[in-house]
Every structure is written in C-alpha cells, then in structure tokens.
C-alpha cells in the first residue's frame, strides 16, 4: 500500500519466486471497518482543516476496496488470484491512554493533524476520542473490529 508503483513491486516479487510459487498481500479492508485506525482521526477531522482525501493516496487503506489489489496482481501477471477477506479483532490489555499513545506516536499523519490544533484544544480532542472509543474499551481490554482483505497469485510456470 506504500509502494509508488504496486504494479512494478509486484512485477518484481513474482520475478523473485520459484516458478509456480505464490504472492501473498495483506491489506486493510474499508476505514468504516477498522476503527482502530479510524477513530481517532474521525474525531481530529472535526477540529482541523485540512485537504480532501486522495483515493489514491498511499495510506493503510490505499487497496480497501474489493478487487484493486487483485487487479494489480492480475497486471503484474500474477495467474489464479484469488481475494479472501478475513474479520477478525484486535485485542489487547491496553488501556486507553496507552492506545492513545500508541496511534499518536505511530502514525506521521496523525502527528501532522495534531500539529495543526492549538495546543489548548488537546485536551478537548483527547476526551472526544475518549468518548468515540468508549465502546472499545471494557474492563482494561481494548477490543476492535477489524476487517482486511488477503490477495494472493501464483507465478505461472514457463
């Protein structure tokens, strides 16, 4: 999802392999599916301005949408590419201002919208995505849904 070029990458993956070998890609379904990326940014989105979103960006959710990447493979002449999508859930024994900690360090575009607040409305975004999160956060476990999409193809054999 962060390669200029996924074609040429994936080109040059399937060079790379035995000859009928396999790729497999891992990618994040739509953001509505995955809140553990979402939520904080949904919240951020209501305080700062900033530039429309770019579909094509190369962000966590460049390939969410069912058959891109799949079709990427397919022009990189991957054969027999098959799309699963798998739901499953991210769990762990955070608490929130550890999951807070966590996404904020983690990801530079968050750090880039955070750096747009005054430094006053911190405390007010925070607790909103306190709130938004809530639901994630029951007895000292953070639990989100999730959603990704597994995109294999093999390299045909000469």
Known sequence: MFFVDPVKAVREALREILEGGYVSFVVWGP???????????????RFVEGPPEDSGARDVFRFAVPGEL??????????NVVERRLDFQIEAAVSFE?????????????????????????????????????????????????????VSGRKSAV
């Not at 553990?36 to 949904?42: C, H």
């Not at 799949?70 to 054969?79: F, N, T, V």
């Open 70 to 79: 799949a079709g990427i493979l397919q022009q990189a002449g991957a054969k």
């Open 98 to 150: 550890q999951f807070w900690q966590l996404r904020t360090e983690m990801s530079g575009t968050l750090r880039e919208k955070m750096a747009r607040l005054a430094p006053a409305q911190l405390p007010t975004v925070k607790q909103a995505v306190a709130d938004a999160a809530r639901r994630y956060f029951v007895s000292g476990t953070m639990n989100f849904p999730a959603e990704a999409l597994i």
């Open 31 to 45: 953001k509505e599916a995955n809140p553990f990326f979402s939520v904080i940014a949904d919240v951020i989105d």
